[in-house]
Nanobody
Framework: QVHLVESGGGLVQAGGSLRLSCGASGSISSINAMGWYRQAPGKQRELVARITRSNSTDYADSVKGRFAISRDNTKNTVYLQMNSLKPEDTAVYYC????????????WGQGTQVTVSS
């Protein structure tokens, strides 16, 4: 019972920046980790960044040093700051939340399109 809504996608030039937001509602106290995934046309969905309740973070090698995930617990919102964007970053970005029950439960947002022009 977690509802996720993404925002902040759009069209940017290569080298530009964009910040995605994901608002969570519902049983947010049960969320173990949140993250961002992306899926480019014809490709598999891949993990971009993840943050846990203990603030441990994990990034895909392709975005290390360029992207940063953070959260605002007061607003129940997770962010993805994307800098130095490349055309290969073009994809639909999905917010993800995991409740670490047995078995774990995954929740997904509807996705937001990010397009980086060359």
């Amino acid at each position: 019972q977690v509802h996720l809504v993404e925002s902040g996608g759009g069209l940017v030039q290569a080298g530009g920046s964009l910040r995605l937001s994901c608002g969570a509602s519902g049983s947010i106290s049960s969320i173990n980790a949140m993250g961002w995934y992306r899926q480019a046309p014809g490709k598999q969905r891949e993990l971009v960044a993840r943050i846990t309740r203990s603030n441990s973070t994990d990034y895909a090698d392709s975005v290390k040093g360029r992207f940063a995930i953070s959260r605002d617990n007061t607003k129940n919102t997770v962010y993805l700051q994307m800098n130095s964007l490349k055309p290969e970053d073009t994809a639909v970005y999905y917010c993800n939340a995991v409740i670490a029950w047995t078995p774990p439960i995954n929740y997904w947002g509807q996705g937001t399109q990010v397009t980086v022009s060359s």
